[in-house]
C-alpha cells in the first residue's frame, strides 16, 4: 500500500462532510439521495453524463420548490467504477446525511449492483438499475428492492432480435442467419448470453458469441474471427472504450458498420465520436432519445445550467445520451418519492416507504405531459410482480454529427421472458432462503 490510499480516504472523508455542511439546515425536511458516482477511470463518460442529468434534476426539483415542500439532497462517493469502492461508498452512505433519510441507491453498475443487492434488500433500501442489473430482479416477489427500471437485459436482446427480424423481411426470416455478439467481459457483459442461446434456437439463427475482456482496449483476434465468420449482423454489448474501439476494428476488417447494432450501453455520442468517420451509420437501441426539445430539459436550462448551477463540466454535454438518461432517472426516482409522499405523507420518507412509491409509478402520457417529458420517458407502469415496466426501445442511427431515431417502438418477447424469469428468481429464492411475497394481495 502507498501513501496515495490513506490520502485518498482522508479526501474523501472531507467531501462527505462537505457534502454534509452544504446540506443546509433543515436536514428535518429532506429526502437524500446517496450517489456512488464515478467520474474518473474508463468509464468516465457514462458516469459523469448520468450523475451530472440525475444531479441537475434534483436541482431544478428543488428549484420549483422540491416535492412537496421536502427539498432533496445528495452527496456522492467515488467508486472509480471498481465492485470494492462500491460496496464501501454503500455502506458509507446508506444511513441518510444530516437526518435526512437516504430514499434510493442509484450505482449505474452491475458489479456494484450484485454486490450492494443483498445488503440493501437488509437495509430495506431500493437498490434502482435503470436499464441493466439482474434480469429476474424483474420478479418484485422475490426481489421487492431491486428495480431494473424500463430495460432489463433479456427485453434489450429480444427487443434488438426482434428488430432484425423485421430488417430480414420477418421473423421466419432469421432462420439460418448469422448473428455474432461481442460482449464485455464482466457480469454486465455476459448476463444475457444464455437467453441469447434460447433465442437462437427458437428462431433458428446460428450464434457466435464473443467475449472482449475489461476494458476493450484490445479487439483484433475478435474482428479477424467476424471476418471469418461473415455474420449477417454484429451486436454489440460494450462499455466505455471498448465501443468506438469496435467500430475503429469493424472498419479495418471490412465489415459494414450499418449492421452493427449497439446495445443500451453501446448507444452515447461517446461511443461514436471517438471513433470519427467509422462509426458513420451505427445503430444503436435506445430507452429515451438525445436532445433538448422537451419541456424539462429546457426547465433545467433555464434553472440550473443558465444560473451556473449545471452539474457537467462540459456544457456541450447537455442534452446527450448519457445526461438524458440521467435526467430520465431523476425523474422516475422522483415520481417514486412522490407517490409515496400521497401514501405516507408529503415529508421525508423511508427506504420502505419509497419502495412502495416505485412499485406503483404508473407514468402514462397524461402524466409524462405534465412533467414535460413525453417522448423523452417511456409509458412505465411497475407493480409487486412487474420492477421493469417498460421493455420496449426504439433505434437510433448515427449520420456522424446526431442521433436520428429510425423504428418506433420494438417491444421485447415478454411472453417468451417471463417464464425464464420466473425461474431464474425461484432459483434465488430457493438458494437464499426466500419466501416470494404474495403479489396478488400487495396493495
Known amino acids: 500500500m502507498t501513501h496515495r490510499t490513506p490520502l485518498r480516504r482522508l479526501l474523501l472523508g472531507l467531501a462527505l462532510i462537505t457534502a454534509g455542511l452544504s446540506a443546509g439546515a433543515h436536514a428535518d425536511n429532506e429526502q437524500y439521495f446517496p450517489l456512488q458516482s464515478y467520474r474518473v477511470g474508463p468509464y468516465a463518460a457514462g458516469g459523469t453524463g448520468f450523475f451530472g442529468g440525475f444531479i441537475d434534476y434534483l436541482q431544478y426539483i428543488n428549484a420549483k420548490g422540491g416535492v412537496n415542500g421536502v427539498k432533496l439532497t445528495w452527496s456522492e462517493c467515488e ?18 446525511l444530516n437526518g435526512a433519510p437516504a430514499a434510493a441507491t442509484n450505482p449505474l453498475s ?20 435503470i436499464n441493466h442489473g439482474r434480469t429476474d430482479s424483474t420478479d418484485g416477489s422475490v426481489f421487492p428492492y431491486v428495480f431494473p427500471l424500463q430495460l432489463n437485459p433479456y427485453s434489450e436482446v429480444s427487443a434488438i432480435i426482434n428488430y432484425i427480424g423485421t430488417r430480414e423481411g420477418g421473423a421466419d426470416k432469421l432462420k439460418d442467419k448469422k448473428i455474432a455478439v461481442l460482449y464485455h467481459g464482466s457480469p454486465y457483459g455476459k448476463e444475457t448470453n444464455g437467453v441469447l442461446e434460447t433465442l437462437a434456437k427458437n428462431a433458428g439463427f446460428e450464434l457466435t458469441l464473443l467475449e472482449v475482456p475489461h476494458p476493450g482496449n484490445e479487439q483484433q483476434s475478435q474482428w479477424l474471427n467476424i471476418r471469418r465468420l461473415k455474420p449477417d449482423w454484429v451486436i454489440l454489448r460494450g462499455w466505455g472504450v471498448m465501443n468506438p474501439v469496435a467500430l475503429k476494428s469493424a472498419q479495418k476488417v471490412g465489415y459494414p458498420v450499418d449492421h452493427i447494432i449497439g446495445n443500451i450501453w453501446s448507444n452515447s455520442e461517446e461511443d461514436v465520436v471517438p471513433a470519427g468517420a467509422a462509426a458513420k ?6 430507452t429515451h432519445p438525445s436532445g433538448t426539445d422537451f419541456p424539462v430539459l429546457q426547465g433545467i436550462k433555464q434553472s440550473v445550467v443558465d444560473a451556473g448551477k449545471g452539474n457537467l463540466a462540459d456544457p456541450k454535454r447537455f442534452g446527450t445520451v448519457y445526461y438524458n438518461l440521467g435526467v430520465v432517472n431523476g425523474i422516475l426516482n422522483v415520481e417514486a418519492v412522490r407517490l409515496a409522499q400521497a401514501k405516507y405523507g408529503a415529508k421525508p420518507l423511508t427506504g420502505e416507504q419509497v419502495r412502495w412509491g416505485f ?29 421493469e415496466g417498460g421493455g420496449a426501445v426504439r433505434f437510433q442511427q448515427w449520420d456522424g454529427q446526431r442521433w436520428n431515431l429510425i423504428s418506433d417502438w420494438v417491444q421485447a418477447d415478454r411472453a417468451l421472458l417471463r417464464p425464464i424469469i420466473e425461474a431464474s428468481a425461484a432459483q434465488y429464492a430457493k438458494e437464499k432462503g426466500i419466501s416470494p411475497r404474495n403479489c396478488s394481495q400487495e396493495q
Open 359 to 387: 412499485e406503483h409509478l404508473n407514468l402514462d402520457d397524461a402524466r409524462l405531459q405534465a412533467l414535460g417529458a413525453k417522448g423523452l420517458v417511456q409509458p412505465l407502469k411497475l407493480s409487486c410482480a412487474d420492477h
Open 281 to 286: 451509420g451505427f445503430i444503436s437501441i435506445t
Open 110 to 129: 452491475v458489479g456494484i449492483a450484485y454486490a450492494t443487492l443483498d445488503r440493501s434488500t437488509a437495509d430495506k433500501l431500493p437498490l434502482i438499475t
Open 79 to 96: 467508486t472509480e467504477y471498481v465492485v470494492e469502492k462500491g460496496v464501501e461508498c454503500y455502506e458509507r452512505l446508506k444511513g441518510g
